[in-house]
């Protein structure tokens, strides 16, 4: 199929948009917005161009997001929403349009539409509307993808993502040893089995050992080994973990806690391969591939003396790098669906806007881990198959603009403190006004002061003020446009 485009934005976010509108002035100027934020747009004015789209139900996956005018000649936008979701297209699509009635609003979301947009629109907040509904399809597209095998710490298709794998396929194909460095909770040792399973050595034993989380005087034993009688306690001989991975992978996680006196033992273990176990006489040969891991600076620990140089060169032959949660967050859609699907407990759960839109926002310091954390948090407490967003930990609400305080309670609606000082009752009203124009002044004064301070409540939050108001986001992002009100200025 081909596609005529005027004034089509290529950009390298890799995000794609399709307009459809015969509007070529609004078609120029999202185009000139878009090509600011490196979106890509292809533009469709001509029914003849819809048309054809539309007959091939498989192009509209190539896009991330639709732009649809409500008011098209010969068609209405309704009707193309109807076919696009008749054909299961899963790109969210946005209406627009310059009729601010309620209803067309909400007809357009009943027929499937994300969000709904009153023209003049290209500013800003297009950009934060057409970034949140490119998620929501980039989380509906993994939600009904097949369950993957792969480790959550390798889920996500950005450009860090796809460095990682590249650089573990090439390792597995040698035995040299790896750190691997990330913070708490990124996947450190989900990395260190994704290797493993990738090298020549899968079919041999996988070991993991956490050298933090041993006494100092028992890491000895765990490593090397002891005989029966070495200590008081040993009452039979064990191996260690260097020769119950004999052949395989050892995986040594904070490697950064581990006593300098047992670092001695070590570094003569990988220079010499081979172990004695504590309180034995004999050596035993072993061939073992070491990846070690740690969130310590391992350099600065050197150069403090509190780990030796010499066994940071034997374990840093080669070192991987796991990115935080935070850096990567173009990859967070892909993950909660596969988070979703694990945790779901065999119902088919699925994730509100709103929810999406707060994990989204939240710097998730304690990384996947964290993540899944709240995503088994939010499974138990949904009786349903649709997870909203105060399901959701406390601490990821406060952070995402969706805190319990922005809420008002059951049946009741918060208290109106206008902004700016404003008070609408206290309107001056010029001599000669009638009642009937006085009021509608008053009316309109009380809803943009109104609107003012529920999204300073909400900190700039649409979604979280729309809540308060307790209408649907929609019709409350078209009041701010009525009222010429920019919602990016109370975020913070």
């Known amino acids: 199929m081909g596609i005529t485009v005027e004034d089509e934005a290529q950009g390298t976010s890799g995000l794609r948009v399709l307009l459809i509108d015969d509007d070529e002035a609004i078609a120029r100027s999202v185009a000139r917005l878009f090509r600011l934020h490196d979106i890509s747009v292809e533009h469709l004015g001509a029914i003849a161009q819809v048309e054809e789209f539309l007959s091939h139900p498989e192009a509209a996956e190539r896009y991330d997001v639709i732009l649809l005018d409500v008011n ?28 601010n009635s309620a209803s067309t609003a909400t007809e357009a979301m009943r027929a499937g539409a994300f969000d709904y947009i009153v023209k003049p629109m290209v500013n800003n907040s297009l950009i934060d509307v057409v970034t949140l509904a490119a998620s929501k399809t980039e989380y509906i597209r993994h939600a009904q993808q097949p369950p993957s095998a792969e480790a959550e710490a390798l889920i996500g298709d950005g450009q860090a993502m796809r460095t990682l794998r590249a650089r573990l396929q090439q390792l597995a194909r040698t035995s040299a040893n790896v750190l691997v460095i990330g913070e708490t909770g990124s996947g450190k040792e989900l990395v260190a089995r994704t290797l493993h399973r990738l090298s020549e050595r899968r079919d041999r034993p996988f070991v ?11 890491i000895d034993s765990e490593l090397f080994g002891h005989t029966r009688g070495a200590f008081t306690g040993a009452t039979s001989a064990r191996p260690g973990v260097f020769v119950e991975a004999d052949g395989g992978t050892l995986f040594l996680d904070e490697i950064g806690e581990m006593p300098s006196q047992v670092q001695v033992r070590l570094l003569r273990t990988l220079q010499e391969r081979e172990v004695r176990a ?43 790098h796991v990115p935080p949660l935070r850096e990567r967050r173009e990859d967070i859609p892909a993950l909660v669906a596969h988070l979703l699907r694990r945790n779901a407990g065999g ?9 999406l839109e ?15 954390n709240a995503i088994q948090h939010a499974a138990a407490l949904t009786g349903g198959e649709r997870i909203e967003v105060h399901a959701l930990p406390e601490s990821v609400l406060a952070s995402s603009r969706f805190s319990a305080h922005t809420q008002p309670a059951s049946g009741s609606s918060p208290a109106l403190v206008t902004a700016s000082g404003s008070d609408p009752s206290l309107a001056v009203v010029d001599d000669g006004v009638s009642l009937t124009d006085a009021k509608r002044k008053a009316s309109q004064d009380f809803e943009k002061a109104y609107l003012i301070r529920v999204l300073e409540l909400a900190k700039g939050s649409i979604s979280a003020a729309a809540r308060i108001a307790g209408i649907d986001r929609t019709n409350f992002r078209r009041l701010l446009q009525r009222h010429g009100i920019d919602s990016s200025k109370y975020r913070g």
């Open 347 to 355: 119902r088919s759960l699925e994730l509100s806007t709103d929810a």
């Open 208 to 218: 993991a050992l956490n050298c933090g989380a041993i006494p100092d005087g028992l």
């Open 278 to 320: 504590v309180g034995g006489d004999g050596v035993r040969s072993i061939d073992v591939r070491i990846i070690s891991a740690t969130h310590v600076d391992l350099p600065r620990a050197v150069a403090e003396s509190k780990f030796r140089s010499d066994l940071l060169f034997r374990l840093d032959v080669v070192n991987l």
């Open 358 to 372: 707060a994990i989204l926002g939240y710097g998730w310091p304690g990384n996947v881990r964290e993540l899944d």
């Open 72 to 99: 098209l000649p010969q068609m209405s936008g309704l009707e193309i929403l109807r076919r696009l979701r008749a054909n299961r297209a899963t790109a969210s699509v946005v209406m627009l349009t310059g009729d």
